[in-house]
């Protein structure tokens, strides 16, 4: 039976492809990883505790691998023999380098693919229209309406 997706341990699974039986990683195993960050997240939790399930595979996986070095004229190259060791490593190195969004810090505003200058240039532009449904329709938390900096036109 596939992994459960719908919870913590299942999307551990999923992120690392281990959603066939038999499994790879034991359920106890991933629940011992998941325990381990008790005050993050679910998504942190998650993106935590697959990172840590890939360093056990990458570790199993290690001993599999075998390492080559050939020399092709004055180039040396190495050559890794086993396919799962370098997936798996491929696949630690994106989740080290894309974490969750609330780790990130990201900013997840987008105004129309374009920077907020570019709009503001745009706004401020004689003979750009506004639509009238932004003009007034902002209110600040005591109740007063407002018109955002990017709409105010400047009459330079």
Known sequence: MPADITTENGKVRYNIGDTIEPYLLDDVVID?????????????RV????KDALR??????ANEAS???????????EVYQNLNYGHICD???WYKNNPP????????????????????????DPDSVLPPAFIGQYSRDDGT????????????
Do not use: M
Request: net charge positive; proline share 4%; with cysteine.
């Open 145 to 156: 309406p407002f018109t955002p900096y990017e709409f105010i036109r400047s009459d330079d």
């Open 101 to 124: 969004a609330s780790i990130a810090g990201y900013n997840l505003h987008i105004f129309g693919g374009v920077s907020k200058k570019e709009k503001a240039r745009v706004c401020n």
């Open 32 to 44: 011992t990883l998941l325990a381990q960050y008790p005050d993050d997240s679910e998504s942190v």
């Open 47 to 50: 993106w935590k505790a697959t």
């Open 91 to 93: 696949l630690l190195d």
């Open 56 to 61: 056990i595979l990458k570790g199993r996986y």
């Open 67 to 77: 390492r080559r070095r050939e020399r092709e004229g004055s180039v040396e190259i």
